[in-house]
């Protein structure tokens, strides 16, 4: 079914309207918002895996904006931002934990052949297309650097 997401996001954000929740209705609105726009950019095959690209798209910059408003000493709006990304990871499949992690990123150097930092980009375009969007891409590229630089130091 296409747009299963965006249908799912709808139903809630009625939900929210009628519990009179005005944050979490901003958010599913700027959601869907989102959501129907990638959709129509993206004509007829828009289905589940891009809006899951678009649900990571704006959870990403939920979490960006809520750092850059932090740095600006914008505490209150640093804290909306995160409670934005909260609600949107209710629509995204389960994190990775660290060892299942761990484990893609040793399967991924082995078919790369990696052999040091300098093949880090290689590595993690094969974490991410291993993982399927379950891992946070800070936390997969500092185990990815860590991992690279111990065979390194061992070689």
């Not at 009179?20 to 095959?45: C, I, N, Q, T, Y």
């Not at 910059?61 to 995160?82: N, Y």
């Given at each position: 079914?296409q ?16 519990a ?6 901003s ?5 869907l918002?989102e959501?129907k ?10 289905g589940?895996a891009?809006e ?6 704006e959870k990403?910059?939920?979490?960006q ?12 709006r ?5 409670a934005?990304?909260?609600?949107i ?16 990123i040793?399967?991924a ?5 990696a052999a ?9 375009a094969?974490?991410m297309?291993?993982a399927?969007?379950?891992?946070d ?18 070689v």
């Amino acid at each position: 079914m296409q747009a299963e997401i965006a249908e799912r996001v709808q139903k809630d954000m009625v939900d929210a309207m009628r519990a009179h929740d005005k944050e979490r209705v901003s958010a599913l609105r700027m959601l869907l918002s989102e959501l129907k726009l990638a959709a129509k950019e993206a004509g007829p095959g828009f289905g589940e895996a891009e809006e899951l690209a678009v649900l990571r798209k704006e959870k990403k910059r939920r979490l960006q904006a809520a750092d850059s408003f932090r740095e600006g000493g914008r505490e209150d709006r640093a804290v909306r931002e995160e409670a934005e990304s909260a609600i949107i990871d209710v629509y995204l499949p389960p994190a990775l934990d660290v060892n299942e992690l761990k484990s893609i990123i040793n399967e991924a150097i082995a078919a790369t052949g990696a052999a040091g930092v300098q093949d880090m980009g290689r590595v993690m375009a094969e974490v991410m297309k291993r993982a399927g969007g379950r891992i946070d891409g800070r936390a997969a590229s500092s185990l990815v650097r860590q991992k690279l630089g111990e065979d390194n130091e061992n070689v």
